[in-house]
């Protein structure tokens, strides 16, 4: 099922993927061409251009590789990749990021492609660059940026897009105190689905789920961890009570999982549904460990945010937010909201004011492309 907001998922995403990528190949040519003295290779079999600027080359060649290879990784969805094994996926990629270089070769060369049959289709040969150690040198150079491109880019998704940007320039080495936005959602029932379905097809339920709360990503949100089946989500205050992105993210995800209900019920016989605790506060942010290291969110901020999301039992209610949060919001008026008390939670010495939030019926919600 595809709705509105998972197209502009993968139009960030697409997006997202070829500015990063326009911005690696520019440098990383340039790079070459500083680290090896040769700007022929680019003048004479990469001239797409047909031009004597070698910098309008190298632009115009990374904005074609960087489309090229943008269109490949739309097709390598995490959805996808669960069905193949690990090494058949990386196979595959390597294969069609090589072909995609041999073609833009050609292309470059400007090769009359039609006019090879299958009695002479070993002419296409003589467009190719000579083999020479200076032509080595490039291809060794190409392959290596592929890797690198691919690791960082998965370390951006082991760490988050803020936190990937903060541990590149090294802002995570010394401890710092932020405000933030952290929303606990879990699983409601989670342990009885879990008895029911086994721990096999209960982790591809997870794995689901998880895929489809991607669509928070179109509120700003950043997904610090996921525990077991449920995700600590944040805000930076600004992002956080903009247009109201905190509330918006989480409606938008119960409402991409009913909308699948059909999907869930027929594959595991059940259809999540989730339960979610917001808090505001001051937070320290560091990087921690030394065989391995992690980026660590601690201060009383998250465990306030926890303990409000574990009433949500108790209540009966699907969204609870403190006083603290709600006393920030400045559209009050696009969702029901309800004081239901001031609450000594569990292990805290002073009580807090909850609210609990109800999506008004008039609420846009994300509407479906094709059911």
Same mark, same amino acid.
């Given at each position: ?14 997006? +997202? ?5 326009? /911005? ?115 291809? /060794? ?24 940007? +903060? ?8 401890? +710092? ?27 591809? %339920? ?6 489809? %709360? ?27 009570? #903009? ?21 869930? #019920? ?40 926890? +303990? ?16 603290? %949060? ?46």
């Amino acid at each position: 099922m595809l709705t509105a907001d998972k197209l502009v998922i993968r139009y960030n995403k697409f997006f +997202r993927s070829l500015f990063y990528q326009l /911005l690696f190949w520019y440098a990383s040519f340039l790079f070459y061409m500083f680290i090896s003295g040769e700007h022929q290779i680019f003048k004479v079999y990469l001239n797409l251009l047909k031009v004597d600027n070698v910098y309008y080359i190298i632009l115009f060649l990374s904005i074609s590789i960087s489309l090229l290879f943008s269109i490949i990784d739309l097709f390598f969805t995490d959805r996808i990749m669960r069905f193949f094994p690990l090494s058949i996926t990386k196979f595959l990629r390597s294969v069609l990021y090589f072909t995609s270089a041999f073609v833009l070769i050609l292309v470059a060369a400007r090769s009359p492609l039609t006019i090879y049959t299958k009695d002479n289709y070993m002419d296409i040969l003589k467009f190719l660059p000579e083999m020479d150690i200076n032509f080595m040198r490039f291809l /060794l150079h190409f392959y290596v940026s592929c890797f690198l491109y691919n690791f960082f880019r998965g370390m951006e998704k082991k760490l988050g897009k803020g936190n990937f940007k +903060r541990w590149i320039f090294g802002s995570l080495n010394k401890p +710092r105190e932020e405000q933030r936005i952290f929303m606990f959602i879990d699983m409601k029932s989670s342990t009885t689905i879990a008895e029911k379905l086994e721990h096999k097809k209960f982790s591809h %339920l997870v794995q689901d789920v998880f895929n489809d %709360l991607s669509i928070v990503d179109n509120y700003k949100a950043e997904i610090y961890q996921y525990v077991g089946d449920g995700a600590i989500i944040s805000w930076s205050v600004k992002k956080g009570l #903009q247009r109201n992105n905190f509330l918006r993210a989480f409606y938008a995800f119960t409402h991409v999982i009913n909308k699948r209900h059909r999907y869930y #019920q027929r594959k595991y016989g059940v259809i999540p549904h989730f339960k979610a605790g917001v808090h505001v506060g001051k937070v320290m942010v560091l990087q921690v460990g030394q065989i391995r290291r992690d980026i660590s969110y601690n201060g009383d901020t998250m465990n306030t945010a926890a +303990r409000i999301e574990s009433m949500c039992n108790e209540y009966r209610q699907d969204l609870l937010i403190s006083g603290d %949060l709600y006393n920030l919001v400045s559209d009050t008026k696009a969702y029901n909201f309800k004081n239901v008390g001031n609450i000594k939670l569990k292990g805290k010495r002073k009580a807090t004011d909850i609210y609990q939030v109800k999506q008004k019926a008039t609420a846009k919600t994300p509407r479906v492309l094709f059911p």
